[in-house]
């Protein structure tokens, strides 16, 4: 029988303001009745046009060329806008990212679901609401009547992105396309909505899923396609994928996954030196006993609501302290309350010894340049008027004469890995990478005992995580600076953490050297976030190097 | 706290960059046909309001009763109106006073709304509650009418209607700048600057007052031209200069008993209101399309 | 219950809002030049007995504080005053000429609405690009346009050249399609801007692709998804379209010399006839109020996110 899909020789091109761009240049591979075939990419890859070519949705201003580009037995090459309707929605599904966007918030999530049904005519008006359950139902969303008549907004981010799952397969397409389908959701609903993907494919439907993430992909995926710079550098079953990976850019990829195996060594190899780990330069004596951070019994109320409930921790000299959880556990909350931007309702901070909650802001400043912050996002963080160069010397110490400032400055940058033609650049100039690698520098350039690094490398690509989690264990071995790493990965706060903090609804339920906790987790909440983490498959990383 | 990897995913191609660590190429700077000609008819207008015979050197009220309501034509570009005055020469004379009245009356409404905009914007609650809620009750009055109060209470003329205008728009100005206040006091990079250790002063010296204020020049050439379409409505119903001052509104309504046979005595007049603020609007447009470029 | 609340919450700003714009319109009289028995006289007789009957008629010679409550309990009971000059009820006097000026504000308003809406989707998206810079140049034009000037050109191409339309007067519908056209074009060309700007953002949301990926047509998806969308901007600008309405009444009841309130209000500031001018601003501050507020509302029933704090 032949494929569900065949793409020959596909090339994408994009007319923008600046000239053609490809995003796409000749890529060819095919998708089998009921087969599940993940594209894995960074971002520019040309993994998202892919998938949306196939629905005929590229985009406004994409030239389409290729071979062969046929779905179910029709070539669709020459498709008109009306028969492009007849494959939407019947032939291939599409679900997108975070639906608190992909469905329409102002309409409920009943009429998203039933528009399906009454663009193609499946059902008649009488039993549209019946069969509008059933598919909400079929998503395993609880109480279907009744949330059939909500609005996405009233949904947790899991069941919305059930509803979106629904709305796709209304029209019972062979094929199911799912871009990033997981990508804004906390881990353990990313477990429940893979499941329920693969439960789709169980049921006969084609998968076609697009991910940055390839421990993501690799629990549901027969076959995988790495694609970089709009080509597929490798196409393979998952398992010989991750067992033997060919090409260097897989290769490249699969080692920059943070994780346990991980630590201790850099994740980002240049040259990318074939499956071997250079190890990181080795730190100074962590003394926990020696406090940098004290805080006791932190409690947080908006409202009604408490947000963080009696949060006791410390962070010891030259320490890193991980803080993982979901998303409205509390845990950014607990960051700005380190950082000294929110007052507790209750608890108290301690900064080298010294009150550092429930004083006046005027007692607090002198000590402020010990203790420094880097956010998610590094942009929103930089004043808009201000070049790489006034970021940087902004955190300068005030003492620094004025014709001393830049030289410091260019020392800085060159520090975090950055030349010092950037100097007068604009942060938005810069790539993500870039930008975060300027923030680190802003940071560090106080000598500061603790940095508080609120999800800092969530925003970037895998590789350009490596390199950033790379630099922040390398500034960390020379300055012996403290750590507050906060992130949702635990991959991530495994690598890099000496000990680690896990906070659900508010609270801390439990904490202790990341190895113990990681392996052998106390708490329910713990051993099921370990659960639903997906791994890669042990045999397939890379060989360790031995120190 | 969510969690985005990779640029959000719109149907937008523009977005679309094939190396991400390579930021996208900005465009230069050029111009088009439609920003340079609204630039070259405001420079002419400020000639004209500066020294009006430099471009009509004519008496902008010398009656001529030889040449009463003669059509456009080679002795007269713009016809001649009932008491054979020259049109050219006084809308070429009318550019001053709609000049001075907008630009007067902007100055007013812009230097107002900053000041209230950045006392509500910067300070505490109550403050902030009880200056908005009176600037939603002044934005209640309808902008004409407003100003028609205005007039009722300090008679007819200029000063009036600078007045009037300047008052009358000054809310919408002050709401702008109240909301930029809170928007640049709650972002990321103020309160970042707080974990430099900076003191408040500082702070609002040097990150919250240029960012709000950097974008009020923008805002106050579209609102020029608010004001000059205001100016030009109000000297129609003769609230502004009293004839024979040659200010377009005014020309507009002595022309009007004569629009059956000499249609350019208030036609004319009416569209060099209308070029002014088209030109003031592409040319404002346009800056503010460069200035949020320049932010983001 | 939620939505409750937010719906009494909104009511109570648009009553805040109107005392302090009635306090503000009361303060304008003072600030008035003259002396108030000065202006009741007008060129009538005056002898001491004649003012000193005045003040007390008025209650002029009461504590500031007592009048200002009085105006207010008046207000309250729908008592404007009298005219200086009529010597009439200024609701009378406003009774007898809102009507013509109303059904010109509400043909105006609708008649700007329904353009706009039609050239909003008609040139939304990039399907016709000459179409769409083709009206947002007309649109630039309109909104920058003094409406008397669009008056006197209608005037002077539709009714003088080729007679369609009567010159001026109130007689019939006929009478009125020149002036609402008039209002109606600038209201349309910026509504139409806000509108599209609306749609286009709203084209780029995610959303848009699902429903595109459902094989829904373009115009399902532009009245089914985006137009409400886009709605939310323009019912924002409600208030604001209603203080133009009234504004440019004035000035179209002017060049087409229609009666309504634009003839009474001008000539009360003429004559400073303060009680009727007050009247008036604030009649349309308080429609302005009630437009508002519906406004908001409305964006309640819109909008199913905001029905929550």
Not at chain 1, 7 to 32: K, N, Q, Y
Not at chain 2, 128 to 133: G, H, N
Not at chain 2, 189 to 202: I, L, N, Y
């Amino acid at each position: 029988m032949a494929p569900l899909v065949t793409v020959e020789d596909l090339h994408v091109d994009f007319d923008t303001p600046t000239g053609r761009v490809a995003a796409v240049r000749g890529i060819s591979f095919t998708v089998d009745r009921g087969e599940c075939v993940a594209v894995v990419g960074e971002s520019g890859s040309g993994k998202s046009v892919t998938a949306r070519t196939l629905v005929g949705l590229a985009g406004p201003g994409a030239r389409i060329r290729a071979a062969r580009l046929d779905l179910a037995g029709e070539d669709v090459r020459t498709h008109r806008a009306r028969d492009w309707r007849r494959v939407r929605g019947r032939l291939a599904g599409l679900v997108l990212q975070d639906a608190l966007v992909s469905l329409d918030p102002l309409r409920t999530v009943g009429a998203e679901v039933g528009e399906v049904l009454t663009t193609h005519g499946i059902v008649g008006r009488r039993e549209r609401a019946g069969r509008v359950a059933h598919l909400l139902d079929l998503v395993h969303l609880p109480e279907p009547e009744r949330r059939a008549r909500q609005y996405p907004h009233q949904l947790s981010g899991g069941l919305r992105q059930r509803a979106l799952i629904a709305s796709a397969i209304a029209g019972e397409p062979a094929l199911l396309i799912a871009d990033e389908p997981t990508t804004a959701l906390d881990v353990t609903v990313q477990a429940q909505i893979l499941r329920l993907l693969a439960e789709r494919r169980a049921a006969g439907v084609s998968l076609l899923l697009i991910s940055h993430d390839l421990a993501v992909v690799a629990q549901v995926a027969d076959r995988v396609l790495v694609m970089r710079d709009g080509r597929v550098v490798e196409n393979g079953p998952t398992d010989r994928l991750l067992r033997a990976p060919e090409h260097p850019y897989t290769r490249q990829l699969l080692a920059a996954v943070p994780s346990a195996s991980s630590r201790g060594r850099r994740l980002a190899a240049t040259p990318p030196v074939a499956g071997a780990r250079v190890a990181l330069p080795a730190r100074v004596e962590v003394r926990p006993a020696d406090r940098v951070l004290d805080a006791r019994g932190l409690t947080k109320r908006y409202g009604e609501h408490t947000v963080v409930r009696d949060v006791t921790f410390s962070v010891g000299r030259g320490e890193t302290l991980g803080l993982v959880g979901e998303s409205g556990s509390g845990k950014s909350t607990v960051a700005r309350i380190v950082a000294g931007l929110l007052d507790p309702e209750a608890g108290t901070v301690s900064f080298e010894g010294t009150p550092w909650s429930a004083v006046r802001e005027r007692t607090r400043r002198p000590m402020r340049r010990r203790l420094q912050l880097i956010s998610q996002d590094p942009l929103s963080s930089f004043d808009p008027r201000y070049t790489v160069g006034q970021v940087i010397g902004e955190n300068l110490d005030p003492d620094v004469d004025r014709r001393d400032r830049r030289p410091h400055v260019v020392d800085l940058l060159r520090r975090v890995g950055l030349g010092p033609d950037l100097l007068d650049r604009h942060p938005r100039q810069l790539s993500g990478g870039q930008r975060q690698r300027v923030a680190i520098a802003r940071a560090i350039a106080p000598r500061p005992s603790l940095i508080i690094c609120d999800e800092p490398v969530s925003a970037l690509d895998v590789s350009v995580q490596a390199q950033v989690l790379d630099l922040l264990a390398e500034l960390r071995a020379a300055d012996g600076t403290a750590l507050l790493f906060i992130s949702h990965d635990l991959g991530v706060v495994h690598h890099l953490s000496d000990r680690v903090l896990v906070m659900h609804d508010g609270t801390v339920v439990e904490q202790g050297p990341v190895g113990d906790v990681f392996t052998h987790p106390r708490h329910d909440y713990t051993r099921s976030l370990l659960d639903a983490l997906p791994t890669l498959v042990a045999a397939g990383r890379p060989q360790e190097e031995r120190p | 706290m969510t969690v985005t990897l990779g640029p959000p995913l719109t149907d937008a191609p523009a977005r679309i960059r094939v190396d991400p660590t390579e930021p996208a190429v900005r465009r230069r700077f050029r111009p088009g046909p439609g920003l340079l000609a609204a630039g070259a008819y405001l420079v002419l207008l400020v000639v004209a309001a500066a020294s009006p015979a430099a471009l009509a050197p004519a008496d902008p009220l010398a009656a001529d009763p030889l040449a009463v309501l003669s059509p456009p034509g080679a002795g007269h570009w713009f016809g001649t109106d009932h008491l054979g005055r020259d049109v050219l020469t006084r809308v070429v004379h009318g550019a001053g006073h709609s000049l001075t009245i907008g630009v007067a009356a902007t100055a007013i409404a812009v230097t107002g709304g900053v000041l209230l905009g950045l006392l509500a914007g910067l300070t505490h609650r109550v403050a902030d509650e009880a200056l908005s809620r009176t600037l939603d009750a002044l934005s209640a009055f309808p902008m004409l009418l407003l100003a028609l109060l205005f007039i009722a209470i300090a008679g007819p003329g200029t000063a009036s209607l600078i007045g009037a205008i300047g008052i009358a728009t000054l809310p919408h100005h002050a709401r702008v700048v109240r909301g930029q206040t809170l928007l640049v006091r709650r972002s990321g990079f103020v309160e970042q600057a707080v974990t430099f250790g900076q003191s408040r002063p500082r702070l609002v010296l040097r990150h919250v007052l240029p960012n709000v204020v950097g974008p009020v020049p923008v805002l106050a050439v579209i609102g020029l031209g608010e004001a000059v379409l205001a100016a030009a409505g109000l000297s129609f119903l003769g609230m502004g200069p009293q004839p024979p001052s040659p200010e377009w509104g005014a020309m507009l309504s002595e022309g009007r008993n004569y629009l059956q046979v000499a249609w350019w005595i208030s036609i004319l007049p009416g569209l060099a209101v209308t070029a002014t603020v088209v030109s003031l609007t592409v040319v404002g447009r346009h800056w503010q399309a460069r200035f949020d470029g320049r932010r983001r | 219950m939620r939505a409750l609340r937010a719906v009494a919450r909104r009511i109570g700003a648009g009553l805040l809002v109107l005392w302090v714009a009635a306090t503000a319109a009361y303060l304008a009289l003072l600030a008035a030049p003259g002396d108030t028995v000065d202006n009741i006289i007008g060129d009538g007789a005056d002898t001491p007995d004649i003012r000193a009957e005045i003040i007390a008629q008025w209650g002029l010679d009461r504590p500031a504080v007592v009048q200002y409550v009085d105006y207010l309990v008046r207000l309250v009971n729908g008592d404007l005053g009298r005219s200086y000059l009529l010597q009439r009820p200024v609701s009378d006097v406003i009774g007898e000429q809102l009507l013509p000026t109303l059904a010109l504000a509400v043909a105006a308003a609708g008649l700007g609405v329904l353009l706009a809406l039609v050239i909003a989707v008609a040139t939304a998206g990039n399907r016709r690009p000459w179409l769409r810079r083709l009206s947002s140049g007309t649109e630039l034009l309109l909104v920058s346009t003094p409406s008397f000037l669009i008056g006197l050109l209608l005037l002077s191409v539709l009714s003088f050249r080729f007679r369609f339309f009567p010159v001026s007067g109130d007689q019939g519908a006929g009478a009125l399609v020149l002036p609402a056209v008039t209002l109606a074009l600038p209201i349309a060309g910026l509504l139409a801007q806000v509108l599209r700007d609306g749609l286009d953002r709203a084209i780029d949301q995610p959303f848009v692709l699902t429903a595109r990926s459902r094989g829904v047509r373009e115009r399902g998806v532009l009245l089914r998804h985006a137009l409400r969308h886009a709605l939310l901007p323009a019912v924002s600008l409600a208030g604001w379209v209603f203080g133009i309405v009234i504004g440019g009444t004035v000035i179209v009841e002017q060049v087409f010399g229609r009666p309504g309130l634009g003839q009474v209000i001008l000539s009360a500031v003429a004559n400073q006839d303060m009680p009727v001018v007050l009247a008036v601003v604030t009649l349309s501050a308080a429609g302005y109020v009630v437009v508002n507020t519906a406004a908001d509302l409305a964006y309640l029933l819109v909008d199913p996110r905001l029905r929550r704090s």
